[in-house]
């Protein structure tokens, strides 16, 4: 979030969103804060989905006048910001974790466990790419020790966001099976798997997908959604450490 000009033709400069929320409160009880608007979003969006999170509902649910949210956040971008930076401080990695992969390995799994408990994150706008503080720290501590291997810059940023993009593409797929059975009412995978059983059933038939006919007779692993996630994660890496020599 960049400063911004203040309006009037003054030429002062409006304090960014990050420098204001460091900022300390005015009072000590002062009746709305950005950190109380950040919780409320969160609260709401994991409540309702992101859809629900809109200036008027969260004023609502503070018990304050619209104009009131607005005069913290400017709109719908530094909201989602705040959300994003709010729930992104709970991915932390133990200082005395050095390996570079297993520094990769423990964000991405928490990444993955951060998007499930909060779907919404997958339905904001590119949130790998919103610039709040945790954020930031999430990425300088990959970003270092993958630098530390003796990597240029180049290399070291794409390595680091092929494996965001393996974590973000995986957990939302992920999401939205969990999402699209529970729309149906469908509890398990036995239960998807009968209520489109006719489909299947007849395109397998045709005999022209006889690699995906063996997948479904032979597959053990069809509800095992975290063995799959951590089966792509060990590809990813194996990857980066076989073509970059780590």
């Known amino acids: 979030m960049a400063t911004r000009k203040r309006s009037g033709g003054d030429g002062l400069v409006e304090p960014s969103l990050?420098?204001?929320l460091e900022r300390p409160a005015h009072t000590q009880r002062a009746a709305?804060?950005?950190?109380?608007?950040?919780?409320?979003?969160?609260?709401?969006?994991?409540?309702?989905?992101?859809?629900?999170v809109t200036m008027r509902?969260?004023?609502?649910?503070?018990?304050?006048?619209?104009?009131?949210?607005?005069?913290?956040?400017?709109?719908?971008?530094?909201?989602?910001?705040?959300?994003?930076?709010?729930?992104?401080?709970?991915?932390?990695?133990?200082?005395?974790?050095?390996?570079?992969?297993?520094v990769l390995r423990l964000y991405a799994e928490r990444s993955r466990e951060l998007m499930l408990r909060h779907p919404w994150i997958g339905q904001t706008?590119?949130?790998?790419?919103?610039?709040?503080?945790?954020?930031?720290?999430?990425?300088?501590?990959?970003?270092?020790?993958?630098?530390?291997?003796?990597?240029?810059?180049?290399?070291?940023?794409?390595?680091?966001?092929?494996?965001?993009?393996?974590?973000?593409?995986?957990?939302?797929?992920e999401v939205a099976v969990r999402q699209f059975r529970e729309g149906h009412g469908w509890e398990s995978g036995d239960e998807t798997r009968e209520a489109l059983a006719p489909q299947m059933t007849y395109l397998l038939e045709t005999g022209r997908y006889p690699t995906y006919r063996e997948y479904a007779r032979a597959a053990t692993r069809?509800?095992?959604?975290?063995?799959?996630?951590?089966?792509?994660?060990?590809?990813?890496?194996?990857?980066?450490?076989?073509?970059?020599?780590?």
Do not use: N
């Open 18 to 20: 990050w420098e204001r």
């Open 32 to 52: 709305l804060t950005l950190d109380r608007i950040a919780a409320a979003a969160v609260e709401l969006a994991d409540e309702e989905g992101a859809g629900a």
């Open 57 to 102: 509902r969260l004023a609502t649910k503070l018990g304050v006048a619209p104009m009131a949210a607005y005069r913290h956040v400017s709109g719908k971008d530094d909201l989602w910001a705040l959300m994003i930076d709010r729930v992104s401080a709970d991915l932390t990695v133990p200082d005395d974790v050095t390996d570079w992969r297993q």
């Open 125 to 173: 706008p590119l949130p790998t790419v919103v610039l709040t503080p945790a954020r930031m720290a999430v990425a300088e501590r990959q970003l270092r020790v993958l630098a530390e291997q003796g990597l240029d810059a180049d290399t070291t940023m794409a390595a680091f966001r092929a494996v965001s993009s393996y974590v973000h593409g995986a957990t939302q797929a």
């Open 222 to 246: 069809k509800d095992d959604p975290a063995w799959e996630f951590a089966f792509g994660l060990d590809c990813v890496l194996d990857g980066i450490a076989r073509r970059l020599g780590i």
